[in-house]
């Protein structure tokens, strides 16, 4: 089983701060099967960043996605209010064929 | 548009079966696999299966496999899952997600608050 692991946990940063958050992955996958989503509130989730370094529709080019093999990550340039969620990353390949990491859980200060 | 319109909010008793439904509109519904999330409070995503309504196929997380049955009805555009034997950890949010063509799970569900109490 593939397993993501995400730090930090929680983190806060101030407006206008860059945001590292990043994802390991238990076993080398390609880079075309990992995504992140931006989640707020519990509310639904919305696709973020997928294979790796593509942004999703209507998210700010301030986002960025990089990484392969077993080691990624989702950079923000300079952070806004609005950035404030929690973040997972997530893969599909193998069995159980598709999980997420646990979570990035970023604060604004 | 594409819209994925879940079933409300179910209490339910321990012991008890459950059937959430999820509503597509606004695509091709028998084209793309239809995934299920779980999400309990204050914890992360969780993905439990996927089905695929074109033909009935169907792929499950291990762990989910007993607990959740997904099935598709095409003339309705509408997916299902079915929880059985619930208990209080299987209270939590459950959303469907579609698979997209670019972008994995592209559009999701509101989200279906499942309770679990005597």
């Known amino acids: 089983e593939i397993v993501l692991t995400q730090s930090p946990a929680l983190m806060a940063a101030s407006p206008g701060e860059k945001v590292t958050i990043t994802c390991s992955v238990s076993s080398s996958i390609s880079s075309s099967n990992l995504h992140w989503y931006q989640q707020k509130s519990e509310t639904s989730p919305k696709p973020w960043i997928y294979?790796?370094?593509n942004l999703a529709s209507g998210v700010p080019v301030r986002f960025s996605g990089s990484g392969s093999g077993t080691s990624y990550s989702l950079t923000i340039s300079s952070m806004e209010a609005e950035d404030a969620a929690t973040y997972y990353c997530q893969q599909w390949s193998s069995y159980p064929l598709i999980t997420f990491g646990s979570g990035t859980k970023l604060e604004i200060k | 548009q594409v819209q994925l319109q879940q079933s409300g909010p179910e209490l339910v008793k321990p012991g008890a079966s459950v059937k959430i439904s999820c509503k597509a509109s606004g695509y091709a519904f028998s084209s793309s696999w239809m995934n299920w999330v779980k999400q309990r409070p204050g914890q992360g995503l969780e993905w439990i299966g996927r089905i695929y309504p074109g033909d009935g196929d169907t792929n499950y997380n291990g762990k989910f496999k007993g607990k959740a049955t997904l099935t598709a009805d095409k003339s309705s555009s509408t997916a299902y899952m079915q929880l059985s034997s619930l208990t209080s950890v299987d209270s939590a949010v459950y959303f469907c997600a579609r698979w997209g063509m670019v972008t994995p799970f592209d559009y999701w569900g509101q989200g279906t608050t499942l309770t679990v109490s005597s």
């Open positions: 294979g790796t370094s």
